[in-house]
């Protein structure tokens, strides 16, 4: 079918009301809500930018490393492995709400929940610019040395 073929079908229109010349519309002032300030103490899993800890996570693992202490338990029934811990970062940076989601047991869950509270504050995750609370998991390693 040609691009320029004029096509001379009537097309009908059914409106509910009458409209003539002397049919005046309503005006409708539309007024802009005024701009609430978001306070929510939500918990992000996710955000734009994460939270990390303050000399970055390299150093952390260093910190992790000098101060643990492995459990006598573990160390004589020889358990190895890694202890998931999930904790939320503040606002603020502080750390709470620490809980073992995936433990070795023998003492090494106490241990990995004892240093990550133990540990220096870290830089809160941000959304929209804004400092938010945001839940983080991190694996602990417990390995002995051969």
């Known amino acids: 079918m040609p691009d320029e073929q004029e096509i001379k079908e009537e097309i009908k229109f059914v409106f509910d009301i009458e409209v003539t010349e002397e049919t005046k519309m309503q005006v409708v002032e539309v007024i802009e809500a005024p701009k609430v300030e978001e306070h929510t103490d939500e918990i992000f899993s ?5 939270a990390a800890p303050k000399n970055g996570l390299a150093a952390f693992y260093q910190y992790v490393g000098e101060n643990i202490k492995y459990p ?17 970062i503040g606002k603020d940076g502080q750390i709470t709400d620490v809980i073992v989601i995936k433990g070795i047991g023998a003492g090494c869950d106490e241990e990995a929940v ?21 839940r983080m998991v991190l694996p602990i390693i417990f390995k002995l040395a051969s």
């Not at 996710?46 to 994460?50: A, L, M, T, Y």
């Open 46 to 50: 996710i955000v734009e930018f994460s």
């Open 72 to 88: 006598a338990m573990a160390r004589r029934m020889r358990v190895e492995g890694k202890v998931f811990v999930e904790f939320v």
């Open 114 to 134: 004892r240093i990550i509270q133990s540990s220096p504050p870290w830089n809160p995750g941000r959304q929209r610019g804004k400092p938010v609370k945001q």
